[in-house]
């Protein structure tokens, strides 16, 4: 059944690949989207798709919001302000746009008239801080972060309160106590609890995917707080080595875009996904040290990354997702892995696009503000 369906964020990253997907599916697509030009530059929309109702608005912005959701009878909320580092110190920009936006979207649900069946939200895998971990003698463990003593004296690896022995990481389930570690991730869990608890009270089915490390064409490639991939890429084109905090081994969970937009659709419509916080994530895990070498080496450039010893207020080590729930849910597997054809994809794209490389100069700033050792 053709529905009208509402994205948040429609032109974005991932946004523009949902709503493409939805559009191939027969549906009529409201794109609501601010256009942040650290994100989009100031050339406008590049990735609307023909044959949608553009609005470009402030999701804090009620009378246009409320316009945007007339005759909409499922959302895709996935408008939010990106990135860890900067969260830390644009602290009110974060939580404005992130909470305060989807507070917005729920009190006009809540308190005006509408049509809106579904819900389906943009969470992060940050909510849940360090992953999952095992000690072999006192089991599965969800450690918060690191001391920054540890840190500053480069052991990186987690350690057992319990006996000080080194920790395994394992899977992170969704099960696994949430512990944000930055302003950002505070708000992306803000974004989810929000619409699990009040969604339903007014009987809109609230879904819930949170997004493990996401890459591929379109991610802003000049933007020094988007994704590593796109970070190391945007550096790779200006023949400049990428930079890789502590020692490059720890570990993340990269996947393709159009594998997050398919389980992005797939949670509209899936009944056991119904009030469900659900990870989407390969369950691969690679390190970062090694996501730098894949892309200098299929970029066809002989630059090693540069691995700074250097860490972060509110980094992790280790987090990659438990699968299990997205295919017994969602019916979801996906179809990129990063060190085959994902990498591949990723560089077609990169190599015919233009980057301004950004994050020395971000990572000044965090350094500035002692966020960064």
């Not at 969704?174 to 944000?180: F, G, R």
Request: proline share 5%; net charge negative.
């Amino acid at each position: 059944m053709n529905v009208k369906i509402l994205v948040t964020g429609g032109v974005g990253f991932i946004g523009s690949h949902v709503v493409e997907l939805l559009l191939e599916q027969g549906h009529e697509v409201v794109v609501f989207d601010k256009l942040v030009e650290q994100v989009h530059g100031d050339g406008g929309p590049q990735f609307l798709a023909d044959g949608v109702e553009f609005i470009q608005a402030d999701m804090m912005d009620r009378a246009k919001l409320a316009g945007a959701l007339r005759g909409v009878e499922q959302v895709v909320h996935l408008a939010a302000e990106v990135g860890v580092g900067q969260s830390m110190y644009e602290i009110h920009r974060y939580v404005q746009a992130n909470t305060g936006g989807t507070a917005l979207l729920l009190d006009i649900l809540a308190n005006e008239p509408h049509k809106v069946s579904k819900l389906v939200v943009a969470s992060s895998m940050s909510i849940y801080g360090e992953g999952s971990y095992r000690c072999e003698e006192h089991g599965l463990q969800a450690p918060r972060l690191r001391t920054e003593a540890q840190l500053k004296s480069r052991s990186w690896e987690l350690q057992c309160t319990l006996c000080g022995q080194r920790l395994v990481p394992v899977p992170t389930a969704e099960t696994k106590p949430l512990y944000p570690t930055s302003v950002y991730a505070i708000s992306k869990m803000d974004q989810e609890l929000l619409c699990l608890s009040v969604g339903p009270a007014y009987g809109v089915d609230v879904t819930a995917v949170r997004y493990f490390n996401a890459y591929g064409p379109r991610q802003a490639l000049s933007n020094p707080y988007t994704g590593v991939a796109a970070i190391s890429s945007g550096r790779l084109l200006n023949g400049l080595p990428p930079l890789v905090d502590e020692d490059g081994l720890q570990m993340r969970d990269f996947i393709h875009v159009t594998d997050v937009a398919r389980a992005t659709v797939a949670a509209l419509t899936a009944p056991k996904a119904r009030g469900k916080a659900i990870n989407v994530g390969m369950g691969d895990p690679i390190s970062i040290r090694e996501v730098a070498t894949l892309l200098a080496e299929t970029l066809g450039v002989d630059i090693e990354p540069e691995i700074t010893g250097q860490f972060r207020s509110g980094d992790i080590r280790h987090c990659w997702a438990d699968p299990t729930a997205a295919r017994d849910l969602l019916g979801f597997e996906p179809t990129y892995r990063f060190r085959d054809q994902g990498v591949k994809d990723l560089v077609e794209w990169v190599r015919v696009q233009t980057a301004i490389d950004r994050q020395s100069d971000a990572i000044k700033e965090l350094q500035r503000r002692g966020l960064s050792v």
